[in-house]
């Protein structure tokens, strides 16, 4: 009896000691991945999924757990302030990237949100280098995963757009984005001051070579693709270099077209490229392999040039989809290999949505628009000159926001706030326009809900306009084959916010959440520091 009593007290101290060396792993996850598909629509988790595999998309809803009602909470919906708001867990009221691209008035020109004139190209071609995340206020769950493990954690972002890789890298990743001068992948000395050895190995490979040297075909049947319209139809945009936007596509044809090879960005290819990089970095990082959380994000460019061009009704989208599914299937499988299933983590979400083409809508007699930016601004200036007198009243208008000239108004002894008031009631006039709000309102009222609620989160004091305007339901600032984003309405704003592995549940929640919820669920789950901007909140349903 005794000899049991002291085996027993030996085990109650002994299995605490083995418990924590056994249970380490699983911690934190080895690896975090981070996919954002450019323009997924939540939708099309479900609209293709009868030739989704059981390994891709399939995966991410019956593995991992999937929040259906997920929305962006701020305008515009464009990809740069997208990347940034997922990894940053903020809007660009905080994060300050505002647009892809937005006009600065001390500068009297636009400025693209990932531009840095301090930094040189590293790999690839100059003009194509001068990349950072300097423009961005804040930090991202990128940045705080470093900081945590003292910067020991790697974190290596990856993408054909340059801002879709170094806005989630934050401030203190790797980036690296397609250059489509030489068809290779290409950082900054923001980064680095060469390339390292494994993208120079990638890159002496040729792939876009290799990948655009045949063509692209339907993955099966064409007349099978029953969610897409007909594929020769008068909406979508073809290549230059094709009289239709029909299949197949002749790639080393188009290519004689093309002065480079960023044509590879609006087939699947561009996507199959991408994971090549993905799969180079994991190996040539050896991402979580040294004992720390190691975090990849990785975005998929080429959904939003097929979707710009051809539309989210079109053959080629759904073509994209199914690849893009399958690709996603082996990517998985190669995690598994690597880290074993469950002890990496994956999060899957888009930049943004899309709305349909505008004569696709009219064709099917639903209320819809084009609207000629070029016509409202010569009609604002002609409304300033004979109002407030002569001069260039408009610096710019970009982006559904009205620049006033400050320096006009000054000179004239004119008041900003009254133009602002007086051009808003103007604009109201003109069909396509909904609403029209000022600046001063901006900032001096709070709206909490509708869509001057979403304009407030996307409104930074420094850099946006002094008239923001919401245009109607399905009218787009587009005259071009093919479609856009940018809205506050749902086609623009509602995606897939999923997450599957390490310690995440199986199952799906309806709650309405927002994009700005990842990173703090991120923060929770692997218990580091918030990004200092964010504003969202841990999604619970994922939380163990």
């Not at 991410?60 to 940034?84: C, D, R, S, V």
């Not at 480079?260 to 609006?266: E, K, R, V």
């Not at 690849?323 to 074993?340: M, P, T």
Request: glycine letters at 8%; a negative charge; aromatic letters at 12%.
């Amino acid at each position: 009896m005794m000899k049991k009593t002291r085996l027993l007290l030996l085990l109650f101290f002994i299995i605490p000691l083995i418990s924590p060396a056994q249970s380490e792993v699983s911690k934190k996850p080895k690896l975090v991945v981070g996919l954002v598909v450019d323009q997924m629509r939540q939708e099309y988790f479900y609209k293709f999924e009868e030739r989704y595999t059981e390994g891709g998309f399939k995966r991410l809803m019956k593995e991992g757990f999937m929040m259906k009602n997920a929305h962006y909470n701020y305008i515009p919906t464009y990809t740069g302030p997208g990347h940034a708001s997922i990894y940053t867990g903020t809007t660009p009221a905080t994060h300050g990237i505002i647009a892809n691209n937005w006009y600065v008035r001390d500068l009297g020109r636009m400025i693209y949100c990932a531009e840095d004139s301090t930094v040189i190209a590293v790999g690839g071609t100059a003009s194509n280098g001068k990349i950072s995340p300097r423009n961005m206020y804040s930090t991202t769950i990128s940045d705080e995963l470093r900081f945590a493990s003292n910067k020991r954690a790697k974190v290596v972002g990856i993408a054909i757009k340059d801002r879709g890789a170094a806005l989630p890298a934050g401030h203190t990743g790797d980036a690296y984005w397609f250059d489509s001068k030489t068809g290779e992948f290409m950082t900054s000395n923001y980064y680095h001051e060469e390339l390292p050895g494994w993208v120079k190995d990638l890159n002496d490979k040729q792939l876009a070579q290799k990948y655009l040297s045949g063509k692209w075909e339907t993955l099966f049947p064409i007349e099978t693709y029953v969610q897409s319209i007909a594929d020769d139809n008068p909406f979508e945009g073809p290549f230059i270099g094709m009289e239709t936007a029909t299949f197949p596509y002749d790639l080393p044809a188009l290519m004689e077209y093309n002065d480079d090879y960023g044509l590879i960005s609006t087939t699947p290819y561009g996507n199959t490229l991408t994971l090549d990089m993905a799969y180079a970095a994991i190996e040539g990082e050896k991402l979580g392999k040294r004992g720390e959380t190691d975090l990849l994000a990785i975005s998929f460019s080429s959904p939003d040039y097929i979707g710009h061009r051809f539309g989210p009704t079109s053959v080629e989208l759904e073509d994209n989809y199914l690849r893009l599914d399958r690709e996603l299937e082996q990517f998985f499988n190669y995690l598994d290999g690597e880290y074993g299933k469950g002890e990496y983590l994956v999060f899957l979400t888009a930049d943004h949505a899309v709305a349909d083409i505008v004569d696709y809508m009219l064709s099917e007699k639903v209320p819809a628009g084009n609207f000629n930016t070029r016509f409202i601004l010569t009609q604002m200036r002609g409304f300033c000159a004979a109002k407030f007198g002569e001069g260039n009243w408009i610096s710019s208008f970009t982006n559904e926001q009205v620049f006033i000239n400050h320096e006009l108004a000054k000179e004239k002894g004119i008041e900003v706030e009254q133009i602002q008031r007086e051009l808003a009631e103007f604009l109201l006039r003109f069909d396509g326009i909904k609403e029209v709000y000022t600046a001063t309102d901006m900032r001096r009222l709070d709206y909490m809900t509708g869509r001057k609620h979403l304009l407030q989160m996307g409104y930074n004091h420094k850099a946006s306009g002094d008239l923001l305007l919401i245009l109607e339901p399905a009218w787009l600032s587009s005259s071009w084959r093919g479609t856009t984003h940018g809205t506050g309405y749902t086609y623009d704003t509602h995606v897939p916010i999923a997450f599957m592995g390490w310690n995440i549940p199986s199952g799906e929640s309806s709650r309405y959440v927002t994009i700005t919820d990842i990173a703090p669920t991120l923060s929770m789950l692997l218990n580091i520091r918030l990004p200092n901007g964010a504003t969202g909140q841990p999604i619970l349903e994922i939380l163990p």
